[in-house]
């Protein structure tokens, strides 16, 4: 028998003055049973750094079930086209998710976090992802991330601050400034 997703609701009212974005979101993001609270809020925080009007989180992180294939993204923008602008994942994809992603996107962004876990993975495939030139690799902080996974609840009340590059996520028990280093900056990335 197949465990069902915790479907969680989040309101994120965000202000992002270096890109003077200033908008509400209501955000439905299903928990599949496998994903930390950590990993949940650290999607949240992606969204909240790429938010557009048109920025989506994918079927498959939607639809909760786990993330096994490489087809779809955390999040994902598209044109009225279809094609994929944006694809974002959260994680320590291998290579290959990697390199199909930078062939079927123009900008390709992850989001890794897990400390040491997080440092040994970007030692071993830093120099296969030198190639990819519209790929971001960037890295949380232990601390941020697990500060923001004692934020996860079902119903979320947050806030993001983006100002000259700092970020911070704010909900009524708290602020937590959001720690992050870019490990690669694609050519293509605009943040």
């Not at 974005?21 to 049973?33: S, V």
């Not at 557009?52 to 993204?73: I, N, T, V, W, Y």
């Not at 990819?132 to 991330?145: D, G, H, M, R, S």
């Amino acid at each position: 028998m197949a465990l069902n997703a915790t479907i969680y609701k989040a309101s994120l009212q965000i202000a992002d003055m270096d890109r003077n974005y200033y908008h509400d979101h209501a955000l439905t993001l299903a928990r599949h049973p496998s994903e930390t609270d950590e990993r949940l809020m650290v999607r949240i925080v992606a969204f909240a750094r790429h938010a557009s009007e048109s920025l989506a989180f994918a079927q498959g992180r939607l639809g909760a079930r786990p993330k096994s294939e490489p087809d779809e993204p955390d999040l994902w923008q598209k044109d009225l086209t279809g094609a994929i602008e944006l694809w974002i994942d959260v994680g320590l994809p291998d290579e290959r998710t990697l390199r199909q992603a930078c062939s079927r996107a123009k900008q390709v962004v992850v989001y890794v976090y897990g400390g040491r876990k997080a440092d040994s993975w970007w030692e071993k495939i830093r120099d296969e992802l030198k190639a990819l030139k519209n790929l971001t690799v960037i890295k949380l902080a232990t601390e941020t991330t697990r500060a923001l996974a004692a934020f996860a609840q079902r119903y979320l009340n947050l806030h993001c601050t983006i100002q000259d590059g700092a970020m911070s996520i704010t909900d009524e028990n708290g602020s937590v400034p959001v720690e992050m280093a870019v490990l690669k900056k694609g050519e293509t990335e605009g943040r």
